[in-house]
């Protein structure tokens, strides 16, 4: 997954980041990245931002990559990579001020519980971004280049994972 995230996702996540801070104005205070993977969403918005920033994934390995990309990018003590579930996190109630995700929770085994995990850590207040997709940021050209590239090589979840909707 790292490899994809530094190929072929690499403008989502600057172009993400830029969103939530400009849809949500939260740049100060705890942010929770579930299935973060490598740290690529938690280290762009630890740059354009103030928060201290969780990125946790249920990989070791993932959380393994995470550290190396957040010692390269010099944001140790900012970005803290942490290995745990998205269904049962090691966060107090009302931990964070704002809670991101991108398309991990097509993975999560209990999608209810992975949710009400969320809604537990979030601040009164907060704000969850949780979601798939490319954010509505992301250019027009890079978007298309990106489903091409997934389209050719089929890349993506497992049919048995996607949402009928």
């Given at each position: 997954m790292d490899w994809i995230a530094r190929t072929i996702f690499q403008p989502i996540?600057?172009?993400l980041a830029v969103q939530i801070k400009e849809d949500f104005g939260i740049t100060r205070g705890i942010c929770v990245d579930?299935?973060?993977g490598s740290g690529n969403l938690a280290i762009e918005l630890a740059k354009i931002t103030d928060l201290e920033i969780y990125s946790l994934d249920i990989d070791p390995d993932a959380t393994a990559i995470a550290e190396k990309n957040i010692d390269a990018s010099h944001l140790k003590g900012t970005v803290k990579a942490v290995t745990a579930d998205a269904q049962n996190m090691p966060?107090?109630?009302n931990f964070a001020h704002l809670v991101v995700s991108?398309?991990?929770f097509i993975f999560w085994k209990d999608k209810v519980k992975g949710f009400k995990e969320a809604l537990r850590i979030l601040k009164p207040g907060g704000v969850a971004f949780?979601?798939?997709g490319f954010g509505n940021r992301l250019p027009p050209e890079d978007r298309e280049r990106i489903?091409?590239?997934l389209s050719e090589k089929n890349i993506g979840p497992p049919a048995e994972l996607l949402l009928n909707m």
């Amino acid at each position: 997954m790292d490899w994809i995230a530094r190929t072929i996702f690499q403008p989502i996540y600057p172009n993400l980041a830029v969103q939530i801070k400009e849809d949500f104005g939260i740049t100060r205070g705890i942010c929770v990245d579930i299935g973060g993977g490598s740290g690529n969403l938690a280290i762009e918005l630890a740059k354009i931002t103030d928060l201290e920033i969780y990125s946790l994934d249920i990989d070791p390995d993932a959380t393994a990559i995470a550290e190396k990309n957040i010692d390269a990018s010099h944001l140790k003590g900012t970005v803290k990579a942490v290995t745990a579930d998205a269904q049962n996190m090691p966060f107090s109630d009302n931990f964070a001020h704002l809670v991101v995700s991108r398309a991990s929770f097509i993975f999560w085994k209990d999608k209810v519980k992975g949710f009400k995990e969320a809604l537990r850590i979030l601040k009164p207040g907060g704000v969850a971004f949780i979601g798939t997709g490319f954010g509505n940021r992301l250019p027009p050209e890079d978007r298309e280049r990106i489903q091409t590239i997934l389209s050719e090589k089929n890349i993506g979840p497992p049919a048995e994972l996607l949402l009928n909707m």
